[in-house]
């Protein structure tokens, strides 16, 4: 696989050398993201990939771009003593194992810090490294069930609805390890001391709903601010079967919408009272389903109303801010999101990466 290149100045993990246990989603996510900044990454593949339904099976190695690969059989004689040196080499280990497992292969955080002290040993599970749970097994839907977010999310009257798989998975989990990974990685570098990172996919999901405890308890589910409950927070059908986002959340930015809509003059809709909410949404959905998607994007363009149009995948290349951007590259001719953050010149640098200059060539 080809590494990732930048335009301009090295990226900021250039140096840093990173061990991939290969797992599943989470893992490869931290490991391509650590790659996407500049990490030398290793994935260590498995002899025989995790059996999938053939719907999840990948047309591309989207996680694995900017990595190097090599197989190793973890339970075959000889394998832990290889793996550990290469750990000897290496700044970060990513694994995804459930608790105890790398233990019993002989590659745990003991003998890898043995074999190399300041190793940030990243430990990325379901629901960390101990509790009752730390043993189970689960996907991220079982996982964002337990952390109470799944109960939030979804419509008015109707079961919990599956936020794909981004919460638990890639923003509790995948992320929350490479936050961890670079935390402890500033530590070791200071200390000459690695440490066992526990990042559990489930603290994440809570984490990442920590604003929300901060409101009084929520109502049903879909009748709340965030949850479509709201009339100026929601979705809504144009006439050609596309829809619109309106996240008219602050008084501004309503009032502007109910300029463009002329309702600025009615209290009704200028209060919006939640009791007025479940009328206010009514009347929206008519008023939506008037016009097409594109009609309503030049009808509020230039204000602030905060009304987007709900894209699908097939026409973000072509969406002029992305496009603009550069916020689409191709992995095996597969148009996939590119490396995020983006870094601008340093203090001193005479050139630097502007927006829409990064780039990142990859190969599955």
């Not at 990226?11 to 996510?29: I, K, N």
């Not at 990325?124 to 996907?139: D, I, K, R, S």
Request: glycine residues 12%; proline residues 9%.
């Amino acid at each position: 696989m080809a590494p990732s290149a930048s335009a301009a100045a090295d990226p900021p993990l250039t140096g840093v050398r990173v061990l991939e246990l290969a797992g599943l989603g989470p893992v490869s996510f931290a490991g391509m993201m650590l790659a996407d900044l500049g990490a030398r990454v290793l994935r260590v593949d498995r002899p025989e990939p995790p059996a999938v339904p053939a719907e999840a099976r990948r047309r591309v190695d989207v996680l694995g771009r900017g990595k190097q690969s090599v197989v190793l059989d973890l339970r075959a004689p000889g394998a832990a003593d290889a793996l550990l040196d290469l750990v000897a080499s290496c700044d970060v280990l990513i694994e995804g194992y459930r608790p105890g497992v790398t233990e019993r292969l002989g590659v745990g955080p003991g003998p890898c810090h043995e074999r190399n002290p300041a190793l940030v040993y990243v430990r990325l599970t379901g629901y960390g490294q101990a509790g009752p749970l730390a043993q189970e097994v689960g996907h991220d839907l079982n996982i964002l069930a337990v952390s109470g977010v799944l109960d939030e999310v979804g419509r008015a009257g109707q079961a919990p609805t599956p936020p794909l798989n981004l919460v638990a998975d890639y923003g509790g989990g995948g992320m929350l390890a490479v936050v961890g990974a670079l935390a402890a990685l500033t530590d070791a570098r200071r200390t000459g001391r690695g440490r066992v990172v526990d990042a559990a996919m489930c603290d994440g999901a809570m984490l990442l709903a920590s604003a929300t405890y901060a409101f009084d308890p929520p109502g049903p589910r879909g009748t709340n601010l965030l949850d479509s409950g709201a009339p100026f927070y929601e979705v809504y059908e144009t006439s050609d079967g596309q829809h619109v986002a309106v996240g008219a959340l602050l008084d501004p930015f309503w009032r502007a919408l109910l300029e463009v809509l002329g309702r600025a003059d009615d209290p009704r809709w200028r209060d919006r009272r939640a009791a007025d909410w479940p009328a206010l949404k009514s009347e929206l959905r008519e008023i939506f389903a008037g016009r097409t998607r594109a009609e309503w994007v030049a009808a509020f363009a230039g204000t602030t109303a905060c009304v987007s149009p709900v894209l699908r995948r097939d026409e973000l290349a072509d969406f002029p801010h992305h496009a603009a951007r550069r916020a689409l590259i191709e992995v095996d001719g597969v148009p996939v999101p590119a490396p995020a953050p983006r870094f601008g010149p340093g203090a001193g640098s005479a050139v630097g990466a502007q927006g829409g200059e990064e780039s990142a060539e990859a190969s599955g």
